[in-house]
């Protein structure tokens, strides 16, 4: 028999199996900041720094205030490495072997193109190992080369950058860290422990365990769900979540108003309520597949950094606001490092926001800005709660 879960009980399901809705007590610290990504599975990263870095915030819209440290503790040290999970992430280190069958197909599409850089560009291929071989760990930009020179902004990578990255996909090389947030490349046997280089993990298994892994990440989730988290196919993803279901992990449910079939994880949390206050980053889980943030809140979302100027509906680095178990709205935040303030660049509601939203939002916005070590918050006067939000920032 499929149980019916409503449409708050699902919201409260995966807010909970993210995370929300925990007392963390203390500040916390490396234990509780490896419970959140072992939780998660993953941390998405992304380059922008116009408020903070993407991976660092999970873990404050979830855990409160702590350390940035103690997280690069964590994501650089030896239980955790960078690959193309969802997108570029930090995922554990036992993660690793799951995608090598991903590696595989990276490396085999780009040799049956003729026309590809990798096919092109065998010899700097072949020369980028040997140097790492030679010299062991180094940035991109510490590799001495006529090819090292960038061909155009922003992407315009080099040939070497690009041979890295390309090796980097294919698993032939891997992160040793990061310098100044540029990636540290070398060769597995320079890095992964005799556990993780060589453990084979067949396809069809390494799929499963992925797809048990967003399962327990999202709590509940239809197939699209379960497929994008690790940004599989459904073709490999569709028979794990079958055979999930015959194992009893995974349990069918119907949600109410979901147009999809839906699965509910056995060991999921079914919460009466969830309580929190937090600013998402737009690569956090609970919003990067953006069909599920509609159908789970009704938020439609979309990032404008790539939008030009003129045509940004809501800003330039659009923050979804959650209060309990609602996304009430979005503000578009700058840390100004050097004048000290966090800006508000834009502040916008959902309609019919909960009573006090502009008060919680403002205590919020506080703790963000001590927890960046700034003196005060501003808020310009754009958007449909840029007059709310600075009155109750200006109150006592």
Same mark, same amino acid.
């Given at each position: ?330 503000? /578009?935040?700058?840390?100004? !490092?050097? &004048?000290? #303030? %966090? +800006?508000?660049? @834009? *502040? $916008? ?5 909960? /009573?006090?939203?502009?008060? !919680?939002? &403002?205590? #919020? %916005? +506080?703790?963000? @800005? *001590? $927890? ?19 009155? @109750?920032?200006?109150?006592?």
């Amino acid at each position: 028999m499929v149980a019916t879960i409503s449409p708050g009980l699902a919201r409260r399901v995966a807010l909970g199996a993210q995370g929300f809705g925990r007392a963390s007590g203390s500040q916390p610290g490396v234990r509780q900041l490896n419970a959140l990504v072992g939780r998660l599975g993953l941390l998405q990263i992304d380059s922008v720094n116009v408020f903070e870095r993407s991976h660092y915030m999970p873990a404050f819209s979830r855990l409160g205030a702590y350390d940035k440290a103690e997280l690069d503790r964590v994501t650089y040290g030896k239980r955790m490495i960078e690959y193309w999970a969802h997108e570029a992430s930090f995922i554990p280190l036992e993660t690793l072997p799951l995608m090598r069958w991903r590696m595989n197909d990276y490396r085999v599409r780009a040799l049956a193109e003729s026309d590809s850089w990798a096919a092109a560009n065998p010899q700097m291929i072949s020369w980028l190992l040997a140097e790492l071989a030679e010299k062991g760990p180094l940035a991109a930009s510490a590799i001495e080369h006529e090819s090292n020179v960038r061909n155009g902004p922003w992407w315009g990578w080099s040939d070497v950058k690009r041979g890295l990255e390309t090796l980097f996909r294919w698993g032939d090389v891997v992160t040793a860290g990061r310098t100044r947030f540029e990636r540290v490349y070398a060769l597995p046997s320079q890095v992964l422990p005799p556990a993780i280089l060589d453990a084979e993990v067949p396809r069809a298994e390494a799929v499963r365990q992925l797809v048990s892994i967003a399962a327990r990440a999202h709590g509940i989730g239809t197939a699209a769900d379960l497929v994008d988290y690790f940004r599989l196919k459904g073709v490999d993803a569709l028979p794990a979540i079958h055979e999930l279901e015959e194992s009893g992990e995974l349990l069918p449910v119907t949600v109410a108003g979901w147009q999809k079939p839906a699965w509910l994880h056995r060991d999921a949390r079914l919460p009466r309520r969830i309580e929190a206050d937090a600013l998402l980053t737009p690569f956090d889980p609970v919003v990067w597949l953006r069909s599920r943030a509609e159908r789970m809140f009704d938020f439609h979302y979309r990032i404008e950094i790539y939008t030009p100027e003129p045509k940004r509906v809501f800003g330039y680095y659009v923050l979804p606001v959650l209060l309990d178990e609602r996304i009430v709205g979005r503000v /578009d935040l700058k840390n100004d !490092r050097q &004048a000290g #303030l %966090l +800006r508000v660049q @834009a *502040a $916008w509601i959902e309609p019919n926001p909960p /009573d006090g939203t502009a008060e !919680r939002l &403002a205590a #919020l %916005l +506080r703790r963000t @800005a *001590a $927890w960046q070590n700034l003196s005060d918050v501003t808020v310009a006067p754009r958007g449909s709660f840029a007059a709310p939000l600075a009155a @109750a920032l200006a109150a006592p």
